[in-house]
């Protein structure tokens, strides 16, 4: 199993950036996905998760309306778009995969069976 994230880099605040996540060696469409991430000298943390069944999405409060988590099963492939980037928001994002089948929102990390590699965000002020 293979967690490939990318799109990540160096932008201002405000700005935006559109992260990926393409999955392969797991059926792709019976797994919920989610994005976390890690500023340094702090613990991992859940952002955003999307479902296998219908695609529910559960979000962190402080990113709820600038951060939009979705997937394309025909791609294998997980997003995250972030908008109105702050520099809180600096982290390497992570991607990862807990199935399948799973009936409810995960957000503890300790739960999820795959994981990519991360992506560094850096938002300047």
């Known amino acids: 199993v293979q967690l490939q994230a990318s799109g990540g880099g160096l932008v201002q605040a405000g700005g935006s950036l559109r992260l990926s996540c393409a999955v392969s060696?797991?059926?792709?469409?019976?797994?919920?996905m989610g994005w976390f991430r890690q500023a340094p000298g702090a613990e991992r943390e859940f952002v955003a998760s999307?479902?296998?069944?219908?695609?529910?999405?559960t979000y962190k409060d402080s990113v709820k309306g600038r951060f939009t988590i979705s997937r394309d099963n025909a791609k294998n492939t997980v997003f995250l778009q972030v908008n109105s980037l702050q520099p809180a928001d600096t982290a390497v994002y992570y991607c990862?995969?807990?199935?399948?089948?799973?009936?409810?929102?995960?957000?503890?990390?300790?739960?999820?069976?795959?994981w990519g590699q991360g992506t560094l965000v850096t938002v300047s002020s």
């Open positions: 990862a995969a807990v199935g399948p089948f799973t009936s409810s929102t995960i957000r503890n990390p300790a739960r999820y069976d795959y």
């Open positions: 060696g797991l059926t792709f469409s019976r797994y919920n």
């Open positions: 999307i479902n296998w069944r219908d695609s529910y999405t």
